[in-house]
């Protein structure tokens, strides 16, 4: 009996064992079709030595590598390694989770590999090579699943297959700056997720589908193809004559006149176009003279535009409320003291359409109202992705930065209100508190304490003078702290939102004298509506880019840009619109650290400083964690500022 017990034990024990190891086994599974896939191209440009049979893809140590939950393949990012040669398929059908493959900007040529074979695949990413040749029309059939495909700046020739247009779940289709000819196919009825369709600078003719000319929210580039005509081109397709195109046959007379005609009416209307609009101009103007004379001192946009005004010294606090009461608690623009009867920074609620007043939401600084604004000495500091942003001197003394917001309109005046009043409550040594707003239809104005420093942005990246040579290690380490901690907070206090701060740039951390930084421009959310909170950095994020999903981890992913900015000293491309200009920090770190050259990215500014070396390598790897594409393999918040805080100067 005990025999047989001790048997079962040892059975049990080995079934545990099996389930226990079988993750591993299957990552070691996953590591030999991915080895094979590298031994079959050459790389000129870099090395996949991180590539190793017997070790776990999904460790976190195979460059480019991501995998889903930490336990499958799901992506292949390969770019800019100089990979040739030819790409076998077939090693990868292994791989079951596969869902994204990435290898722009290497220079791999033939045919278009037979990706067929992969029918999971959601993405398929081929840019800036130099594959050729003609795609068969059916190459897509069996691939429903995909919704991004990028085989722009290649050599591709002969027809668009049909099949890339019956995807039901096409997303995103760049197919420009090849030699692609013929008809565009029409798009199948039941896609309704086409987004982007780039099919710029091939040779393609014939009338654009309706069904792509009448595609709303749908931004299509077909310039740089002389054949097309339609709708979406603006050419009328009797203009093109088939006889000139087809046989060399100059166009007939008839043919001649449509096209003269079809000209001269478009140059009318245009030009009645440009009439109406300079009425409607002139008509709106005329009316904002009107009604907002004090904004005048606002609306200058350019940087190098700067209102000087003579404030008279009796425009005070005190002076205002005395007015208020002379008024009957009503001044124009508004009243200091009546904003005090709702508690302690309190304000008036200002009317859904006029002008209403300065409504006050902390007055740690002070009270102030919209004459006092008006009267300031105004500057303009910037533009950004929400609007403009001020710079006030008011009569006290009192500087502050006006933002401009013409976009938060998805509140009505109470609920505005609410959320403001909830924001002036906020007390943290690392969040900026708003201290007023004025509300109007069209229009808002947010108004925070100015910050002698200006930006984190301006400080590393736009001065070159003792503000910049103060940002040594050891201030450097304590922006970045100050700024953990003041993320943590906010995820705290925004806990239920989807994105507690939302727009984490550099543009957006603020310096005090001691170069304390203050964040801004957090939980703005709620205020926008979903087309206009696209403009915000968290949207610009890989999960985002691949399944229109946002949550807290891509604050993370913000912070870990900044701490990487702040580390290398450079700009991120990242935070550009057309992602040119600055540096892919994301890429460039990365692919460092897979090459073990981490010391190469930091800043020779303080790279210097042989004893602090080791802090910021961990830093930087830090940061190298926050970027991670899939989402579920970065830290939350308060792990990402636990490993901050460990760091010590």
């Excluded at 791999?108 to 003609?134: A, C, D, Q, V, Y």
């Amino acid at each position: 009996m005990a025999a047989v017990l001790i048997h079962g034990f040892f059975l049990l024990l080995l079934i545990l064992m099996c389930f226990s190891i079988s993750p591993s086994l299957q990552h070691i599974s996953e590591a030999e079709p991915l080895v094979r896939f590298k031994n079959s191209v050459k790389i000129t440009k870099g090395d996949l030595n991180s590539w190793r049979l017997g070790t776990d893809p999904c460790s976190g140590k195979w460059f480019g590598i991501y995998c889903q939950k930490g336990l499958t393949v799901s992506g292949i990012h390969v770019t800019r390694l100089g990979l040739s040669g030819t790409i076998s398929v077939d090693d990868l059908k292994a791989l079951a989770n596969l869902k994204t493959v990435r290898l722009d900007n290497n220079l791999l040529s033939g045919p278009l590999p037979h990706f067929f074979k992969l029918r999971g695949l959601k993405s398929i990413m081929l840019s800036n090579n130099t594959f050729s040749g003609e795609i068969p029309d059916d190459f897509f059939k069996d691939m429903s699943k995909l919704k991004r495909l990028f085989l722009d700046h290649n050599q591709f020739v002969g027809k668009i297959p049909s099949s890339i247009m019956q995807l039901p779940h096409l997303e995103e289709l760049h197919l420009q700056d090849n030699k692609f000819s013929g008809e565009i196919p029409p798009l199948i009825e039941t896609n309704k997720n086409l987004k982007s369709l780039d099919l710029s600078n091939n040779q393609l003719e014939g009338e654009v589908p309706a069904g792509l000319s009448d595609r709303k929210n749908l931004v299509m580039k077909l310039e740089g193809n002389e054949g097309l005509c339609g709708k979406a081109v603006n050419v009328g397709c009797e203009a093109i004559d088939p006889k000139e195109t087809g046989d060399g046959i100059p166009p007939t007379s008839e043919g001649t006149d449509n096209s003269n005609r079809t000209t001269i009416n478009a140059v009318l209307l245009v030009i009645s176009f440009l009439m109406m609009c300079c009425i409607v101009v002139g008509f709106i103007k005329k009316r904002n003279k009107k009604q907002n004379a004090g904004f005048r001192k606002l609306d200058k946009e350019r940087p190098s535009d700067v209102v000087e005004v003579k404030v008279p010294e009796s425009t005070t606090v005190k002076r205002s409320t005395e007015s208020s009461k002379k008024r009957g608690g009503n001044p124009e623009g508004g009243s200091t003291k009546k904003g005090s009867s709702h508690g302690k920074g309190g304000g008036g609620r200002g009317g859904g359409g006029g002008m209403g007043d300065i409504i006050m939401v902390n007055t740690d600084k002070g009270s102030f109202g919209l004459p006092d604004l008006m009267k300031a000495a105004a500057e303009v500091l910037g533009n950004g992705s929400l609007g403009s942003a001020y710079k006030a001197v008011m009569a006290n003394g009192l500087a502050v930065v006006v933002k401009r917001i013409r976009d938060m309109n998805k509140l009505a005046s109470e609920a505005f209100d609410v959320e403001m009043r909830r924001l002036g409550k906020i007390r943290h040594p690392n969040v900026l508190t708003p201290l007023a707003y004025h509300y109007r239809q069209e229009e808002k104005l947010v108004v925070s304490e100015y910050m002698p420093k200006s930006s984190l942005l301006y400080v590393l990246h736009g001065d070159r003078g003792i503000q910049h040579s103060e940002l040594t290690w050891a201030t450097r380490l304590k922006i970045i702290q100050g700024v953990a901690h003041g993320m943590q907070f906010l995820h705290e206090e925004f806990a239920s939102y989807e994105l507690p701060h939302g727009n984490l740039k550099s543009s957006n951390i603020l310096l005090s004298e001691t170069y304390e930084p203050l964040i801004s421009d957090y939980a703005f959310l709620p205020f926008l509506q979903p087309s206009n909170a696209q403009a915000m950095f968290a949207y610009k994020t890989p999960e985002f880019a691949q399944n229109q999903q946002v949550s807290h981890k891509s604050d993370v992913y913000c912070l870990g840009i900044i701490v990487l900015e702040i580390l290398t000293g450079k700009f991120p491309s990242q935070y550009l619109n057309t992602g040119k200009g600055g540096i892919d920090i994301v890429e460039w770190v990365q692919s460092s650290i897979a090459e073990h050259k981490e010391e190469e990215l930091i800043d020779p500014e303080i790279g210097n400083n042989a004893d602090s070396v080791q802090q910021m390598l961990e830093l930087l790897r830090t940061g190298a964690a926050c970027i991670a594409s899939n989402p579920d393999e970065r830290p939350d918040m308060r792990e990402t500022v636990r490993r901050i805080e460990q760091v010590k100067k």
